[in-house]
């Protein structure tokens, strides 16, 4: 499911758990090693499953399966 995701679609997820979180959305595209999806924000998503992210704590992990519906 996740890797039909487009890294836009990814980083309004990510702007979408922030807000959840109350933090910046910038916190978490980083902490995903997210942040060059802006250069090509079409491009289909490859990386690991959310889960798997290790930059990533256990509520930013649930903020963004939540919001991504997974």
Do not use: C
Not at 1 to 23: C, F, P, R, V
């Amino acid at each position: 499911m996740l890797h039909s995701k487009t890294h836009q679609d990814l980083i309004n997820a990510a702007y979408k758990a922030a807000e959840k979180l109350g933090i910046a959305p910038w916190v978490l595209l980083r902490a995903a090693e997210w942040g060059n999806f802006t250069d090509d924000r079409g491009k289909k998503y490859t990386g690991p499953a959310i889960d798997d992210i290790k930059g990533l704590d256990d509520a930013q992990k649930k903020a963004l399966k939540e919001v991504l519906g997974l």
